[in-house]
């Protein structure tokens, strides 16, 4: 008895690559599908949103007014004042309640960082309440 050690002729060669054609396929369905659904999944409701009216707040007796200037200059009331003596201004228009609201109006050309640094100082001379101040949308037509 005799064993035949060498292939047959006839014999097909394994593949050792990936077909990645079906694969391709099957992305390029799934994109088509993705596209086609994205814009159907976004809800465009037509919504027509009141406006927003606040009633005034009723305004007191003798409001303080702070006013930051385009030039950076301040003023409480009617009267300039240093950034360095704000405090002590303050005081003298509030007759030394920390509880009153301060009125803080700024021109719209300032920018937020001086903003910022001037209600900072309010609040390191103890004044917490304050109120920003600007056009109604009635004053803007």
């Known amino acids: 008895?005799?064993?035949?050690?060498?292939?047959?002729?006839?014999?097909l060669d394994e593949a050792h690559e990936i077909n990645v054609t079906p694969?391709?396929?099957?992305?390029?369905?799934?994109l088509?599908?993705?596209?086609?659904?994205?814009?159907?999944?976004?809800?465009?409701?037509?919504?027509?949103?009141?406006q927003a009216s606040v009633a005034p707040q009723p305004?007191?007796?003798?409001?303080?007014?702070?006013?930051?200037?385009?030039?950076?200059s301040l003023a409480v009331g009617e009267s300039a004042v240093a950034e360095d003596a704000?405090?002590?201004?303050?005081?003298q228009a509030t007759t030394g309640n920390k509880e009153t609201r301060i009125f803080l109006r700024a021109d719209r050309?300032?920018?937020?960082?001086?903003l910022m640094k001037v209600m900072s100082d309010l609040r390191r001379d103890g004044y917490l309440k304050v109120a920003?101040?600007?056009?109604?949308?009635?004053?803007?037509?």
Request: aromatic share 6%.
């Open 132 to 141: 920003l101040v600007g056009l109604d949308s009635g004053d803007l037509k």
């Open 86 to 91: 704000l405090g002590a201004a303050l005081d």
């Open 1 to 11: 008895m005799a064993i035949l050690l060498s292939r047959a002729d006839d014999e």
């Open 23 to 30: 694969f391709i396929d099957v992305m390029l369905v799934l």
């Open 32 to 50: 088509i599908i993705f596209m086609v659904a994205a814009p159907l999944a976004t809800v465009d409701l037509p919504v027509d949103l009141p």
């Open 59 to 72: 305004r007191p007796d003798k409001p303080v007014f702070l006013t930051l200037k385009a030039d950076h």
């Open 109 to 114: 050309r300032i920018d937020y960082g001086e």
